[in-house]
Structure formats: C-alpha cells, structure tokens
C-alpha cells in the first residue's frame, strides 16, 4: 500500500492530492488528517474510503463511504476538521502567518498502515515580515523581493473587531501567491490605541494609504467592522487606490462596539475631530444573550459550552430606521476605484449580504467594473480556503452557515478576490513582467479548473 500527496510541499491554497494506491479491488482505507494549530489547538479528520477495481482511493475521484464530509471533494478532508479537545468550545482554527505541518495517516488493516507529512505554507520563504508603529497603527508587512525596476503593487488589509491576527495569515498568503507588498493596519486593541471599536480616527488610515498612494499601485481589502471605517475613510479623504474588496461589509457606520457588553453609545469612527453619524445597534435584543453568557461562567461544566453572540438581530434592528440609515450612509459613491462585496447569505453577526448589495446598487451610475458576490448558506468569516470550516465561530462571535457552505465560500472568495486584485493592479505590465511578479500563479491557475464555486459573481 502507497500513500500519494502532490505536492508534499506548498501555499495553503493548494489543494493537495491525496491517493491511496496498491489496495485490493474495492477494499477500504481509512484516512486521517491531524494538525495542531498556531494556537496549540489539535485538530482531526477521519474518513473511510472504498478502492476502484484497480485498487486506488483518491480524495479527487472518491466520496467517502463515512467520515467528516460528504461527496467528491479533493479540499474535503482539510476543510472537515474539527477541533480534537471536548472539554471547551470549539472556535475558530487559528492560522499562523508562517506555515504548519500535516500530518496523513492511512490504514486499511493493522498491519497496513503508512504515515506521511504535508507542510503548507502561509508565507513563502522569501516573502520578509516587519512589523512596525505608524501613525498610531500597527503595521505589519509582508514583501516579496524587490524588483529590479518598477515597484510591486500594495495591498492593505484593515481587520474587523477579531483583530491584527485574523488578517496577517491572508496577507502574507497574497504576497506569496500573487507577488504583492501587502500591510496589515492594525488600529485598534494595542497600545496607544483604542480598546475596542469605539471613537476611533480615520485620519491615520487616510495619511498611512495615501502616502503609499502617492508612489505605488495601491488596493484595499477590508474585513468586517474594518468595511466600515476603511470605506468611509475612502470615501471622504477620496484617497486614489486601485481597487476595493469589502468582505461581509456594512454600507453604514455602526455604533461602536463593545468587548461582550451593550454597544457605547458613540460611533464606531471619527473624521476631522468629530464622531460620524451612526446607526444604533439594538442592544436590548442582545440582553438575553448577554445574560446567559454571565450565567455560564458560573455553572459547573459552563467552560466547555460556547458563550459566543449572534448579534444579526441587533444590525437588522437598526437598518430598519430609515432616518438613521439615511444619515450614515457611507457615501461609496465618491471612491473611484472598483469595488468589490463579498458577503455570506447566512451571515449571523449582521445582514452582510443586504448591506453588500446596498454598496454596489449605490455606484450603478459609477464607470467601474464593480463586482457583488454573495455565497448562500455561508456565514461571516471569509478566510483563506483548506482552513477548517467546522467551528461555528470565534469565541465572541457566531458567524453563520454549514461547514461545508463555508468552505465553498472561502475557496471562492480567494479565488474571485486574488483576480479582481492582480487585474486592477497588475493592469499595464508587460505580460511577462507581470507573470513573474505572481510566484504561483501557474499552479493556482490549475486548480482552479477543478474548483466547484460556492457561488457566481451577480451581474451589478
């Protein structure tokens, strides 16, 4: 018996493939998939899979007869893991901006068991990480090698509310795959900064992005809570990037958020010394669940149950105030680059797919290649695709959707994303300059053939 992985070594967006070769005709193998995350955190998948008449098993060609997943899915096996420990609840996987190690086990007896180990990169090895305090942000920065002319293009990422780490393993992944300089901002839960989501200034986002503006091609993408300060920052300093992706975005300014409480009753963003007009979040809709959040921690076993929120029902209150709605509109309109509005159909932490349309219905008059993408059945985390999509949430936050609607999404988010940013910044380089700016493209290119997508961009 062989265990077969291509390749053994690579991006994390690459789906391996993984074959089970020198099986009896249609004997079955069970295969296992451990790997302990940047948190310290075990994770498992177990499935059981049936060999053809030529004694071969493989995840592209075969559904497994029982398991973590269901139907024929090469990502199947990676995405399906769930979290090993029973004593607390699970969370998200917690990438690192490095890399991790696999390790793949298959047994079709107890005598026949072979065991082979898959390192997946986050980070090429020759993509340098700084990280640095400007302007009262923090900056953490992924860059290729330099160029020997011309610059490489920019992308800067602004985290939502689950902060910096969330975002540097997609950062350091896009200046792996396609050859882009990209910079985290980080604005809020440091030091000097504010603590959570509250009174915080657009100014040093405005001054960090268009310094980079001014020299280099410069795309935005933004997460979350961060959809809502880095639009209106865009918006209102009219800062000349490239190009925007908004990931399960607002089209408003919220009130400000909170660590687990009521929302503070201030916006989330302030511009030229003021607080922006904000929409109220209905925090009495959240009281309930607040309340039973404090009443686990006091019962016995109340650790190993999830005390996340779903905070959809508090957004949805608030949009259905006309007049507040009205008053804090981000005004999308004045940013000229293209945009694009990722969001989950089953998002549970607010109505990201009516928020998303809203973005790009205002801009129909705009002459941009704006695009709307919305994945039903997913929820509010987009992440990088092979990331597990089992856990329901962060230990905050529910975010919504089935597993395996999560997945779908996050494989097609990356995808659809990594196009609209390498054709609007790598528009006008020679063909052969630009190819050799994205390590990984070729590879990319092909499995993207092979991806089912968990969704078609709408027409806008």
């Not at 769930?82 to 990438?95: G, K, L, M, N």
């Not at 050859?179 to 980080?186: K, N, R, S």
């Not at 809203?358 to 129909?364: D, I, K």
């Not at 700016?437 to 070729?442: S, V, Y």
Request: proline residues 8%; positive net charge; hydrophobic residues 45%.
């Amino acid at each position: 018996m062989e265990l077969i992985i291509k390749p053994g070594e690579g991006l994390v967006d690459e789906v391996p493939e993984l074959v089970v070769q020198g099986l009896g005709p249609h004997e079955q193998v069970t295969v296992r998939i451990d790997v302990t995350d940047a948190a310290g955190t075990a994770w498992r998948s177990v499935n059981r899979y049936r060999a053809d008449a030529d004694g071969v098993a493989g995840t592209a060609t075969c559904a497994p007869l029982a398991g973590s997943y269901t139907g024929v899915d090469p990502s199947g096996p990676w995405w399906s893991m769930t979290c090993v420990r029973r004593d607390r609840p699970p969370v998200a996987f917690s990438a690192p901006d490095s890399q991790l190690t696999w390790t793949v086990r298959c047994a079709a007896d107890p005598a026949r068991q072979v065991r082979r180990t898959v390192l997946r990169r986050w980070r090429a090895r020759r993509i340098a990480r700084t990280e640095t305090c400007e302007e009262g942000l923090r900056v953490v920065e992924f860059a290729p090698p330099a160029l020997r002319s011309g610059s490489r293009p920019v992308v800067v990422l602004v985290p939502g509310s689950t902060g910096v780490e969330a975002v540097t393993p997609a950062a350091a992944l896009l200046a792996s795959r396609c050859g882009f300089t990209t910079v985290v901002l980080g604005y809020a839960g440091g030091d000097g900064q504010p603590r959570t989501l509250k009174d915080v200034p657009l100014e040093p986002f405005v001054r960090v992005v268009g310094a980079l503006a001014q020299e280099r091609r410069v795309g935005v993408v933004a997460y979350s809570a961060g959809t809502g300060g880095a639009l209106a920052a865009l918006a209102h300093a009219r800062v000349p990037v490239r190009a925007v992706v908004a990931l399960s975005p607002t089209h408003v300014v919220w009130q400000a958020l909170d660590s687990g409480g009521l929302p503070p009753k201030t916006s989330a963003w302030t511009y030229g010394g003021a607080a922006l007009p904000c929409v109220p979040v209905r925090g009495g809709l959240l009281l309930p669940q607040v309340a039973g959040r404090a009443l686990l921690r006091r019962l016995p076993g109340g650790h190993t149950r999830s005390a996340a929120l779903r905070l959809r029902s508090a957004y949805a209150a608030g949009l259905r105030d006309a007049a507040a709605v009205r008053n804090a509109l981000i005004p999308v309109e004045r940013i000229e680059a293209p945009l694009m509005a990722v969001a989950g159909g089953a998002d549970a932490v607010w109505p990201a797919g009516a928020m998303a349309r809203a973005l790009v219905g205002r801009r129909r008059t705009l002459p941009v290649d704006d695009v709307l993408l919305v994945h039903p059945g997913a929820g509010h985390f987009l992440r990088p695709p092979l990331i597990p999509a089992t856990a329901e949430g962060t230990r905050a936050l529910v975010g919504g959707g089935t597993p395996q609607a999560n997945a779908l999404a996050q494989r097609e988010t990356w995808e659809a994303m990594t196009r609209f940013l390498e054709r609007h910044l790598h528009r006008g380089e020679p063909e052969t300059a630009a190819s050799s700016t994205r390590p990984g493209a070729e590879s990319r290119a092909t499995s993207a053939q092979t991806a089912r997508p968990a969704a078609e961009p709408e027409a806008v």
